[in-house]
Each structure stands twice: as C-alpha cells, then as structure tokens.
C-alpha cells in the first residue's frame, strides 16, 4: 500500500527552461521536471529514495515528515494564469 507525505515544495524555474524542485524541511530532496506537471510527478520517485537512503543508513525518518491521514486536508498553493 502507498503511503501519503504532506511536505512543503519550492519550484524554482530554471532559466533554460523547466522546475528543480526542492523541500525546505528534507534538503535531501531534489528533483526536477520539464512541465511543473513532470516536476511534481518526479517528487513521489525523489522522496522515495530519500526514505530508502534514511533506512539503509538506519537513520531514523525526520520527524517533519508526516504521513497524511486520508481525510486531513492538504494545503496547495499554485499559480494560474488568466486569459
């Protein structure tokens, strides 16, 4: 079964084009995409490898990362453009 992180993000647009996103509370977590769509789908990949990393160091998970209840909203902020 998949388990759900609530986790804040920062897209950083790249100059040549494309996102690098990063977390402010897992510096471990990096990760990129061409669209803010390819980005945010790279996340889930990215931040399964920072757990695995954390498990095979036998490091304990930080305590920032918490898993989301299945009801707990989840906060989102996003730019729109208006025609």
Same mark, same amino acid.
Request: net charge negative; charged share 25%.
């Given at each position: 079964m998949a388990s759900v992180y609530k986790l804040p993000l920062v897209l950083d647009p790249q100059p040549e084009g494309g996102f690098t996103v990063t977390c402010p509370l897992l510096?471990?977590?990096? #990760?990129?995409?061409? #669209?803010?769509?390819d980005a945010l789908n790279n996340v889930s990949d990215a931040l399964a490898a920072v757990i695995e990393a954390y498990e095979d160091l036998k490091k304990p998970i930080p305590e920032v990362l918490k898993q989301a209840v299945s009801n707990t909203p989840l906060w989102l902020e996003t730019a729109v453009t208006v025609p």
């Open positions: 510096p471990e977590l990096i #990760t990129a995409g061409d #669209t803010v769509e």
